[in-house]
């Protein structure tokens, strides 16, 4: 088995396109903007102009790594990459714009919106082409998984092969298996998932086969890129990684808060009609109270009563789990669950910084009790307010079990230490698209 055996985890169709794509898409959206707004003729600056700002993205996009397929697994990285890369470009644009007399003399109202409109259209163009590109048997992801120290469930694999992504495991290690399933698969990555360590002949074939330009990724590795969640094994052993998962800086916590209060306040205006005609069924279908209120654990495991519009009859029988067609719950109160409405109370509680608008899940502090026993790392998901979305609920479907309870920490614990702006307006993104019925990006 040669270098040249052993693919890098490249797709090079698409990325080579994405390349053509960044350094295209900024003249072919001025020339079209310049035909949608201008009265006058094409002037040679605005070819300068529209050819210069592609080949600074091109460039700067190349720098920050916009070209590695470790991108395309991730909507926030994508819009990242896009909007820092358009916003260094506009930058030096309008340094070199100074030092040129001629491109001042161009339409200001072409210009701004070209500048606005632009890195909207890149994203969408390319966020198109990884989606297309998924469906072809070209661009799909061979990985190898070394061990069984951690059992795929079903969910991990349909969310693996969303994304044109297949796995082939070894769970016990032969040199020769291995060695086989190297050269008839060529996969793209081998994943380490090893329960014990490693033999000092793995360990030897292992450095082999990076020297040869295998691509090697520990467990928890994998499971952040690939599935975008923080690894927990059962026995709480090897977490020393989870060390650098801390809460929100100050500037983090204040972007959040502006993010809470536009989003909130504009939520309000928009959904009062919503929420009122919500007060008229309730009554209508089950009358009581119109609000339910129930104690969650906040911000360091604090207590703080939660506000709802109630979904199920009063006096119903306890159960902390919500079953299938449940009886308890009256029919507009599971139109209210399937689209979200009965969270909107809890608007109030991110008003006064009981909550967020994104963070992990609000859990009944009767069954935090009993997690924070079973589960390991679970008061870590404390650090931060909870949120009325999350990333664990747009990732992962509702939960009626420990095992559930488990499987969201780890999407909680991913958010808490991969935060950024860009995570949050990939959570958003994907609220919205779940509140409409998609299922994911």
């Not at 793995?202 to 082999?208: C, I």
Request: aromatic share 14%; charged share 20%; with cysteine.
């Amino acid at each position: 088995m040669t270098e040249k055996d052993i693919p890098r985890y490249q797709s090079m169709r698409v990325l080579w396109t994405y390349r053509f794509i960044d350094l295209c898409t900024p003249f072919l959206m001025l020339m079209f903007v310049h035909f949608l707004l201008s009265n006058q003729s094409w002037k040679e600056p605005y070819t300068w102009l529209g050819g210069m700002a592609g080949l600074l993205f091109f460039v700067f996009t190349q720098l920050l790594g916009g070209y590695s397929r470790f991108v395309e697994r991730s909507i926030a990285k994508k819009i990242e990459i896009v909007f820092k890369t358009w916003a260094f470009n506009v930058l030096l644009l309008m340094f070199i714009a100074y030092l040129n007399s001629a491109v001042l003399g161009l339409a200001r109202s072409v210009i701004l919106v070209w500048v606005v409109s632009t890195p909207f259209a890149i994203l969408f163009i390319k966020v198109l082409i990884n989606y297309k590109s998924r469906s072809t048997r070209k661009g799909r992801t061979e990985i190898l998984v070394l061990g069984d120290g951690y059992s795929f469930n079903e969910f991990e694999l349909a969310q693996l092969s969303r994304h044109n992504i297949q796995l082939h495991a070894i769970e016990d290690y032969d040199e020769t298996v291995l060695r086989d399933k190297v050269d008839l698969l060529s996969p793209d990555f081998l994943v380490i998932n090893l329960d014990k360590t490693a033999e000092p002949k793995l360990v030897k074939q292992l450095t082999h086969l990076d020297l040869k330009g295998m691509q090697l990724l520990a467990l928890h590795h994998f499971m952040e890129s690939f599935l975008r969640k923080c690894y927990i094994p059962y026995d709480s052993t090897e977490l020393s990684y989870l060390e650098r998962i801390r809460s929100y800086d100050r500037i983090s916590y204040l972007i959040k808060r502006i993010v809470d209060i536009l989003v909130c306040v504009s939520l309000t205006l928009f959904t009062w009609p919503v929420m009122f005609y919500a007060v008229y069924k309730i009554k209508q279908q089950s009358p009581g109270a119109i609000f339910f209120k129930q104690s969650r654990v906040g911000l360091s495991g604090k207590n703080f009563q939660a506000i709802k519009f109630r979904s199920m009859h009063e006096n119903s029988v306890f159960n902390p789990y919500t079953q299938e067609e449940d009886p308890r719950i009256f029919p507009f109160g599971n139109i209210m669950r399937r689209t979200r409405i009965d969270e909107l109370p809890q608007l109030w509680n991110v008003f006064v910084g009981d909550m967020h608008l994104f963070g992990p899940r609000t859990e009944w502090d009767i069954l935090v009790e009993g997690y924070e026993k079973e589960i390991p790392y679970y008061h870590e998901r404390h650090l931060v307010r909870p949120g009325i979305s999350g990333w664990a609920q747009v990732l992962y479907p509702y939960g009626a079990n420990t095992e559930d309870a488990r499987q969201k920490l780890m999407y909680d614990l991913y958010y808490i230490k991969h935060w950024s702006i860009w995570l949050e307006i990939e959570t958003l993104i994907r609220t919205v698209l779940v509140v409409l019925g998609r299922k994911g990006l």
